[in-house]
Structures are given as C-alpha cells and as structure tokens.
C-alpha cells in the first residue's frame, strides 16, 4: 500500500475542491527551492529512451502529461514535472479573471471512479498566467495551453478572446489548444459548428508568427459522421493536431450518489468512449492525437497509444492515485511495450489499426 493510498481517505474527507487547491499548494511549496525539487525528482521522475515520442515539433521524454483543468494558473508546473510527467497543459486560460460557476461545482464519483465538475471557466486570466510563467520559468518538459473564451462572450467575441489569449501567451508555448467542447459553459452559440472552428483558426493561423503548433480538443458525445466533418475541417485549416476527449455529459451505467450533478464526467466511465473517438480520428488521418479519458494505468495509457494516440493525459486518475501515476504508468508501459515487441513508444502508436 502507497502512501498516498493511505492518505487519500484524509484528502477524500474534504470537499474536492479545497482538496484540490490543497494539493496545488504543497505541489508549489515543493517546487519552491531547489533541494525540494530535486527530492520529488529523485522519488518519482522515471526516464528511458523508448519512451519518447517526437511530435508536435518537441521531444516529449514519456507520453502521459497532465490535462488541461489540474493547473489551470500554471502555478506547479515544475512540481508536476518533478513527478515525472512529460508534458503538462495549463488552462483553460481566458483573456480576463472569472469566477465560473457558483460551488460546489466539483464532485467525486467513487464507486465509479469518476468525477464531475461543473467549474465553467474559472481563472486568474491571461496576464496573471503570462506573469507567473515570467517569473518561474516554463517547465523543462513541453508546456501546452490550452485557451478559452469568456463565459459572456458572443460568438464574434469569442474569436477576439482566443486571439487575445493566444498572442499573450504563445511565447512560453510549445503548443496551444482552442477548447470549443467544454460542457460546463453557457450555451450562447454552437461553439464546434464549422463556421466557428474555421474562423477560429483563420484568426490565429494570422497571428501565428511562431508557428506554434495549434490543436483543438473535441468531445466525446458527437456521432460519428459529425467526428469526421470535424476532421474535415481541422485537415483544411492545416490544424496541427487534436486532443480526443473531452469530458461527456453521458450518465450510463453510473453507481454513485453524485451521478446525477450537471457537468462534464470524467475518469473510468469515460475510457472506452474516448478510445473510440481516438481509434476513429486516428483510422482517418495522420494529424497528431493526444488521447484523453479514463487514463489511470499502463494499460489504459497502452490502449489510448495503441488506438493511434501520440501522447495521452489524464487528470481524474492523478486525483484518484497519487504523486507516484506517472511513474507507474511509464515502467508500466515500459514493460507493455517489451512484452509486445516494440522498441519505443513511437512503434506502438496505432498498432491496433494495422
């Protein structure tokens, strides 16, 4: 039994959010200094060549970051790397402060393994975000940002908020997300219609002086035919690569007393649907997939890969299994990969769809 395991029943007892901000604060109180850092490194971070994966322009030193939601203020992303992960996605940022929703608005599912959160944008905005990442620095491994817009934003609007984010903070970027599929936001227009994406992307495909890699994150809850108009679009704005999924709306097959919480649910439930919608995106194009949905273990993270996923993250199972995920993950998938013949991570991408 980890020690983690001992002590999440502590954790458990209080409301997860303020579980949540808890845990923040000790990951920020360790990555203060650098003998603090450099314990978690020696505690957790594990490497091997045959977990890197060239993509996106960046070498990523193992394939399972953190999702977009754990660090939304980028306020430990050097503690996170200090636990081993090879990537992190901060955000969603917006161009200003908002509050989101009213509390609670976060909710574990345990007996499902799961969580609920309705949390609708909240964050410290875009120059707050820019500043902390000027005074800390970015992480050694590849930062990902992924940009939204405000919660009272029209639809034209909407466009000027993700240029706005985009400009601020693509500097410290090794690639930028649009999140038009996020469940817990109002429902002024239809953030995925064609029209909207297409335009989205035009406004920073301008800006893009960089050439950072630009990507968008989906849902899982669309039809198939609507997966691939989708990608139809995502392959004529020369989108450079799609994060598959986001959180569902669905409820099927729930046992906790919280499953019937607005919002979008996370962890377990959703592993199989997002493995499809990777499975279905990677059978139809070579754009990059960071698969995302009930990644909690080797095998689920060797199922995403072998689906076609490139990279995965997860951010439920982090919550549910401790500072040592990224760890057990990467020997795990070292093993996988042994067993099945591969030599790297990048050999096993797809092997399912062959």
Not at 290 to 305: F, L, P, Q
Not at 317 to 341: C, H, K, M, W
């Amino acid at each position: 039994m980890t020690l983690y395991s001992r002590l999440r029943p502590l954790a458990f007892a209080l409301p997860p959010e303020t579980a949540h901000d808890a845990g923040k604060t000790l990951l920020r109180a360790a990555q203060s200094t650098r003998p603090s850092r450099w314990a978690l490194e020696s505690a957790y971070r594990y490497e091997h060549p045959a977990l890197e994966v060239d993509c996106l322009g960046s070498t990523f030193p193992n394939p399972v970051g953190v999702a977009a939601g754990f660090d939304k203020n980028a306020e430990c992303t050097h503690a996170l790397t200090a636990l081993g992960f090879g990537f992190v996605e901060i955000g969603t940022v917006t161009p200003y402060a908002q509050t989101g929703n009213e509390r609670p608005r976060l909710f574990r599912l345990q007996e499902d393994e799961a969580m609920v959160n309705r949390m609708g944008f909240n964050g410290d905005g875009m120059d707050r975000v820019r500043k902390r990442l000027e005074a800390d620095g970015t992480p050694r491994i590849p930062l990902g940002v992924n940009v939204g817009k405000m919660n009272i934003s029209s639809e034209r609007e909407a466009i000027e908020d993700y240029r706005r984010v985009f400009t601020r903070l693509a500097p410290f970027a090794d690639y930028v997300v649009v999140n038009v599929s996020c469940p817990n936001t109002p429902d002024e227009f239809d953030e995925s219609s064609p029209e909207h994406i297409e335009a989205i992307f035009e406004t920073l495909h301008a800006e893009n002086d960089a050439d950072v890699p630009l990507l968008v994150k989906i849902g899982p809850d669309s039809p198939e035919e609507s997966v691939l108009e989708l990608l139809e679009i995502v392959e004529a704005q020369g989108v450079d690569g799609i994060v598959a999924t986001n959180t569902t709306t669905g409820r099927d097959g729930l046992h906790s007393p919280e499953r019937d919480e607005w919002g979008g649910l996370s962890g377990a439930p959703l592993r199989d649907r997002s493995t499809d919608v990777v499975r279905l995106l990677a059978s139809n194009t070579d754009v990059p997939i960071i698969g995302v949905g009930g990644v909690d273990s080797a095998e689920r993270a060797y199922e995403k890969i072998r689906a076609g996923a490139s990279l995965v993250q997860l951010y439920t199972g982090f919550v549910y299994n401790g500072p040592s995920t990224a760890q057990e993950i990467n020997r795990g998938l070292l093993e996988l990969l042994r067993e099945d013949g591969f030599s790297s991570v990048e050999d096993a991408i797809g092997a399912d769809l062959e």
